[in-house]
T-cell receptor, first 113, second 113 residues
Framework: DQQVKQNSPSLSVQEGRISILNCDYT??????FLWYKKYPAEGPTFLIS?????DKNEDGRFTVFLNKSAKHLSLHIVPSQPGDSAVYFC????????????FGTGTSLTVIP | NAGVMQNPRHLVRRRGQEARLRCSPM?????VYWYRQLPEEGLKFMVY????????ESGMPKERFSAEFPKEGPSILRIQQVVRGDSAAYFC???????????FGQGTRLTVV
């Protein structure tokens, strides 16, 4: 039962352009969402998070948008850089119950120089 | 300030043997999580522990798997009588509290031959 879904397994973007990674969830009880970035043979690295009381959070080139009514979140990277090439996982949890994140299956982003 | 340390990085076991995976959380972190990533899949939550306590083990297989986080020393994920299907990357994460972002280790890649 996949409660967090990333329907695009891969995405290619030209350097300097915007990368948009999407994520959908089914559990309306989720109230904390995160994006992690993962390089091969390494553990996931925390990128950015958003609480359900917000609809947008920005950190440098990374912005996460949350649409609660649609149960959808997205990660925007602008401008995209070759070093951004990695697998991106979105994750969701219910706060106050611990970090038992539900992860999506990941989207592999390739930024073409 | 060392990050989350997992060892070994790679572990090869024959079917029927035991696998022990170790995780030292970040300094000051008392919340530990174990996740498993099967090939071509996202990360799946296994267990959430605080010092000497299992808080949530809803993601743990019912048999052969166990986890502990003693008062002193690392957290241990133990898999008894391993089978080929246990081959996966096992990631440990730690957090300061139960509702702040979790930081992941580099993972242990278990191969059962």
């Amino acid at each position: 039962d996949q409660q967090v879904k990333q329907n695009s397994p891969s995405l290619s973007v030209q350097e300097g352009r915007i990368s948009i990674l999407n994520c959908d969830y089914t559990n309306s009880m989720f109230d904390y969402f995160l994006w992690y970035k993962k390089y091969p043979a390494e553990g996931p690295t925390f990128l950015i998070s958003i609480s359900s009381i917000k609809d947008k959070n920005e950190d440098g080139r990374f912005t996460v948008f949350l649409n609660k009514s649609a149960k959808h979140l997205s990660l925007h990277i602008v401008p995209s850089q070759p070093g951004d090439s990695a697998v991106y996982f979105c994750a969701a949890s219910r706060t106050n119950t611990g970090n038992q994140f539900y992860f999506g299956t990941g989207t592999s982003l390739t930024v073409i120089p | 300030n060392a990050g989350v340390m997992q060892n070994p990085r790679h572990l090869v076991r024959r079917r029927g043997q035991e696998a022990r995976l170790r995780c030292s959380p970040m300094k000051g972190h008392s919340h530990v999580y174990w996740y498993r990533q099967l090939p071509e899949e996202g990360l799946k939550f296994m267990v959430y522990l605080q010092k000497e306590n299992i808080i949530d083990e809803s993601g743990m297989p019912k048999e052969r798997f166990s986890a502990e986080f003693p008062k002193e020393g690392p957290s241990i994920l133990r898999i008894q009588q391993v089978v080929r299907g246990d081959s996966a990357a096992y990631f440990c994460a730690s957090s300061l509290t139960g509702d702040t972002e979790a930081f992941f280790g580099q993972g242990t890649r278990l191969t059962v031959v």
